[in-house]
DNA sequence: TAAAATTTGACAGTTACTATCAAAAGAAAT
DNA sequence: ATTTCTTTTGATAGTAACTGTCAAATTTTA
């Protein structure tokens, strides 16, 4: 996100980051005040100030711009840290929880508006579900590893799914209620997971 | 699928019936012999012999085309059919194995060459991810009838939104084993949701 | 058979995205 | 500081998915 060190870069890296950055902001803005297919992508390259051939340089589709982040370090991170006598369960909803606890009240905004806008509009919601089937995939290793097991394994990648199958519809169902507490919500649909899936 | 019975449909809707299977028809061989993304709707309109622009009077986009199908039905025929002393997930986990078990071989080799298409091309598996949101709200309100709660409560949001996850996790696996046996896969990942995500 | 309603195809236009290549800018070497 | 090398950029041209419009063709109804 933000340039980093300025003696680790040159002058280019951090150039670049910088270009990267405006470029998310002007789009974030654009579809906030137009909506997100009336925006074309000539006027976010035209809003800062790069051409439209070097707007595909930097994010390989319209969609990407928006959706591009940077959680699975920190989830990963997030979920090395908890202790071990967690179950896996237990250890996942924690990482969750905890990851989103250490965002700051700007980042947790922008991570609302974002979510509301990419649920809303169809194209946006069918890249991020399909963005999340890495997560999914991350999450398999991660577990595997915890376990001793392979991240092919069936109970492996059973596990992984109904997690994520719980993020998509905690996603689903938050992106319509704006005033809701995202980790809370996720918070209690993975303790219901915990608890065999009550009823 | 088929043109249906001949008494209740005017001409107009049987030949519009018969017109979209031939497209559907031709566009999946066309996906076959070219790929998915080197075939143009221009070709599959040709072979189908109708004009580009009726292709898009059929299927909104070229996704569309592959991905349109009428399971939805059937699904909740298979749930509705399960006898009321069954949990709710064993209800679900029954539905889905008879009903993939009710298909004929034709119609499963089918869904085989679909789901490896899908769920190899990028746009189509997120389009196909997008769709099976409305599955899980099909199946939200499936449960929540049969529990008597409403589909927005919050156990039983988690509840569809797991046993989704675990169906994509599923797909995804099988479109990389063309030999596994889909209806085992599913039901084994569905007996260890079942069994408390054991590992 | 005539009139009304629906479906179709032709056409023109927009926009996301790709490929190519020469110019501009930064990094490295002298 | 100047030159050389490498990377980044913008201009241009092109493809293909989609949208809107309208007149012609087809089906239904009277």
Redesign the pocket.
Known sequence: MSPDDKRTM???ER??AK?MAAVQMHALRLFRELGYNA????QIAEAA??????F???F????DVLLRDNYDPVLVAAFEAQPSDLSPLQAVRRAFVSAIADMSADELAMVRERDQLIMSVPELRAAALNNLTQTMQLIAELVAKRVDRKPDDAAVRTFAGAVIGVNISVMLYYAERPDADFAGLLDEALSKLEAGLPL
Do not use: D, H
């Open positions: 040159g002058l280019r150039k670049k270009t925006t074309t992508v000539e100030e790069i051409s439209p051939s070097t595909f340089r930097y390989p589709t319209k969609e």
